[in-house]
Protein backbone atom coordinates (compact mmCIF):
# COMPACT_ATOMS: atom_id res chain seq x y z
CA UNK A 1 0.00 0.00 0.00
CA UNK A 2 3.31 2.23 -0.03
CA UNK A 3 1.66 3.85 -3.13
CA UNK A 4 -1.49 4.61 -1.37
CA UNK A 5 0.93 5.71 1.39
CA UNK A 6 2.39 7.97 -0.79
CA UNK A 7 2.31 11.52 0.11
CA UNK A 8 2.18 12.91 -3.16
CA UNK A 9 -0.59 10.89 -3.66
CA UNK A 10 -4.41 12.33 -3.24
CA UNK A 11 -6.82 9.56 -2.08
CA UNK A 12 -8.54 10.07 -5.27
CA UNK A 13 -5.28 8.63 -7.04
CA UNK A 14 -5.13 5.72 -5.03
CA UNK A 15 -8.19 4.84 -5.23
CA UNK A 16 -8.47 5.23 -9.07
CA UNK A 17 -5.24 2.92 -9.03
CA UNK A 18 -7.22 0.45 -6.59
CA UNK A 19 -10.73 -0.04 -8.14
CA UNK A 20 -9.48 -1.35 -11.69
CA UNK A 21 -6.55 -3.59 -9.80
CA UNK A 22 -9.01 -5.15 -6.84
CA UNK A 23 -12.51 -4.58 -8.22
CA UNK A 24 -13.14 -8.22 -9.70
CA UNK A 25 -11.39 -10.29 -7.00
CA UNK A 26 -13.49 -8.04 -4.68
CA UNK A 27 -16.57 -8.85 -6.69
CA UNK A 28 -16.20 -12.27 -6.75
CA UNK A 29 -15.41 -12.72 -3.12
CA UNK A 30 -18.64 -10.84 -2.48
CA UNK A 31 -20.40 -12.79 -4.54
CA UNK A 32 -19.16 -15.88 -2.83
CA UNK A 33 -19.73 -15.04 0.07
CA UNK A 34 -23.21 -13.19 -0.08
CA UNK A 35 -24.73 -15.13 -2.65
CA UNK A 36 -26.91 -12.37 -4.44
CA UNK A 37 -24.76 -10.26 -7.31
CA UNK A 38 -26.61 -6.79 -6.41
CA UNK A 39 -25.58 -7.44 -2.87
CA UNK A 40 -21.96 -8.19 -3.63
CA UNK A 41 -21.60 -5.32 -5.90
CA UNK A 42 -23.07 -2.84 -2.79
CA UNK A 43 -20.28 -4.30 -0.85
CA UNK A 44 -17.64 -3.95 -3.03
CA UNK A 45 -18.71 -0.32 -4.14
CA UNK A 46 -18.82 0.45 0.30
CA UNK A 47 -15.70 -1.18 0.52
CA UNK A 48 -14.13 0.86 -1.51
CA UNK A 49 -15.92 3.91 -0.21
CA UNK A 50 -14.30 2.80 2.91
CA UNK A 51 -11.30 2.90 1.96
CA UNK A 52 -11.49 5.99 0.61
CA UNK A 53 -12.42 7.33 3.56
CA UNK A 54 -9.89 5.68 5.52
CA UNK A 55 -6.81 5.72 3.30
CA UNK A 56 -5.13 8.41 4.98
CA UNK A 57 -5.20 6.19 8.71
CA UNK A 58 -3.28 3.00 6.94
CA UNK A 59 -0.37 2.09 8.35
CA UNK A 60 0.64 -0.36 5.57
CA UNK A 61 0.82 -3.17 8.03
CA UNK A 62 -0.69 -5.16 5.34
CA UNK A 63 -0.44 -5.28 1.74
CA UNK A 64 -3.36 -3.52 -0.37
CA UNK A 65 -4.84 -6.63 -1.47
CA UNK A 66 -4.99 -8.03 2.49
CA UNK A 67 -6.94 -4.70 3.26
CA UNK A 68 -9.36 -4.38 1.06
CA UNK A 69 -10.22 -8.44 1.62
CA UNK A 70 -10.45 -7.23 5.62
CA UNK A 71 -12.83 -4.07 4.79
CA UNK A 72 -14.55 -6.42 1.81
CA UNK A 73 -15.33 -9.59 4.60
CA UNK A 74 -16.25 -6.92 7.11
CA UNK A 75 -18.75 -5.30 4.82
CA UNK A 76 -20.22 -8.64 3.91
CA UNK A 77 -20.47 -9.82 7.71
CA UNK A 78 -22.15 -6.62 8.06
CA UNK A 79 -24.45 -7.37 4.82
CA UNK A 80 -25.33 -10.99 5.88
CA UNK A 81 -26.57 -9.21 9.73
CA UNK A 82 -29.26 -6.99 8.13
CA UNK A 83 -32.78 -7.79 7.79
CA UNK A 84 -32.74 -7.46 4.05
CA UNK A 85 -30.36 -10.49 3.59
CA UNK A 86 -32.80 -12.69 5.04
CA UNK A 87 -34.96 -11.70 1.71
CA UNK A 88 -32.43 -13.08 -0.33
CA UNK A 89 -32.40 -16.21 -2.68
CA UNK A 90 -29.24 -17.61 -1.59
CA UNK A 91 -29.14 -20.45 -4.07
CA UNK A 92 -25.91 -20.26 -6.39
CA UNK A 93 -24.34 -22.14 -8.87
CA UNK A 94 -20.45 -21.69 -9.83
CA UNK A 95 -21.76 -20.27 -13.53
CA UNK A 96 -23.53 -17.15 -11.59
CA UNK A 97 -20.32 -16.31 -10.35
CA UNK A 98 -18.62 -12.97 -12.16
CA UNK A 99 -16.54 -13.14 -14.57
CA UNK A 100 -14.82 -16.91 -14.56
CA UNK A 101 -11.28 -16.67 -15.56
CA UNK A 102 -11.28 -19.44 -18.04
CA UNK A 103 -13.83 -22.14 -18.57
CA UNK A 104 -14.28 -24.49 -15.67
CA UNK A 105 -14.29 -28.05 -16.11
CA UNK A 106 -17.13 -30.39 -14.83
CA UNK A 107 -14.56 -31.15 -11.82
CA UNK A 108 -13.82 -27.63 -11.16
CA UNK A 109 -17.63 -27.03 -10.77
CA UNK A 110 -18.27 -30.06 -9.07
CA UNK A 111 -15.81 -28.40 -6.73
CA UNK A 112 -16.79 -24.94 -6.62
CA UNK A 113 -20.48 -25.91 -5.73
CA UNK A 114 -19.54 -28.01 -2.61
CA UNK A 115 -17.14 -24.54 -1.33
CA UNK A 116 -20.23 -22.85 -1.88
CA UNK A 117 -22.22 -25.11 0.31
CA UNK A 118 -19.58 -24.94 3.05
CA UNK A 119 -21.12 -23.05 6.63
CA UNK A 120 -19.74 -19.50 6.45
CA UNK A 121 -17.02 -19.72 8.74
CA UNK A 122 -15.11 -22.23 6.20
CA UNK A 123 -16.23 -20.91 3.69
CA UNK A 124 -14.83 -17.85 4.22
CA UNK A 125 -11.45 -19.26 4.71
CA UNK A 126 -11.13 -21.01 1.50
CA UNK A 127 -12.58 -18.49 -0.49
CA UNK A 128 -9.64 -16.33 0.63
CA UNK A 129 -6.78 -18.95 0.83
CA UNK A 130 -7.35 -20.49 -2.41
CA UNK A 131 -9.58 -18.64 -4.84
CA UNK A 132 -8.05 -15.26 -3.73
CA UNK A 133 -4.41 -16.60 -2.67
CA UNK A 134 -3.78 -15.46 0.33
CA UNK A 135 -1.53 -16.51 2.65
CA UNK A 136 -2.92 -18.14 6.36
CA UNK A 137 -1.59 -14.90 8.28
CA UNK A 138 -3.35 -12.57 5.46
CA UNK A 139 -6.37 -14.71 6.28
CA UNK A 140 -6.23 -14.36 9.65
CA UNK A 141 -5.66 -10.95 9.47
CA UNK A 142 -8.67 -10.48 7.20
CA UNK A 143 -10.83 -12.15 9.72
CA UNK A 144 -9.96 -10.99 12.82
CA UNK A 145 -8.72 -14.55 13.69
CA UNK A 146 -5.84 -16.69 14.76
CA UNK A 147 -3.51 -18.32 11.93
CA UNK A 148 -4.21 -21.11 14.33
CA UNK A 149 -7.95 -20.75 13.64
CA UNK A 150 -6.99 -20.37 9.99
CA UNK A 151 -5.75 -23.70 9.74
CA UNK A 152 -8.02 -25.73 11.29
CA UNK A 153 -10.86 -24.17 9.76
CA UNK A 154 -8.71 -25.16 6.41
CA UNK A 155 -8.33 -28.53 7.63
CA UNK A 156 -12.18 -29.09 8.63
CA UNK A 157 -13.03 -27.52 5.06
CA UNK A 158 -10.40 -30.13 3.13
CA UNK A 159 -11.90 -32.91 5.22
CA UNK A 160 -15.49 -31.74 4.92
CA UNK A 161 -15.03 -31.58 0.94
CA UNK A 162 -13.41 -34.65 0.96
CA UNK A 163 -15.89 -36.52 2.37
CA UNK A 164 -18.62 -35.37 0.03
CA UNK A 165 -16.07 -35.60 -3.31
CA UNK A 166 -15.11 -38.96 -2.83
CA UNK A 167 -18.28 -40.22 -1.55
CA UNK A 168 -19.88 -39.99 -5.08
CA UNK A 169 -19.34 -42.70 -7.71
CA UNK A 170 -16.15 -42.42 -9.74
CA UNK A 171 -18.97 -41.54 -13.45
CA UNK A 172 -19.97 -38.05 -11.20
CA UNK A 173 -16.32 -37.32 -11.30
CA UNK A 174 -15.62 -36.41 -14.63
Request: net charge positive; aromatic share 6%; glycine share 4%.
Amino acid sequence: MAAAKDPDRTPEEALNRLVPAYQTALLRLCFAYLHDRALAEDAVQETFLKAYRNIAHFRGDASEKNWLMKIAVNTCRDLRRSGWYRHVNRAVTPEMLPEPSAQASGRDREITAEVMRLPVRLREVVLLYYFQDMSTVAVAEALGITQQAVSGRLLRARAKLRTVLEGRPSDERT
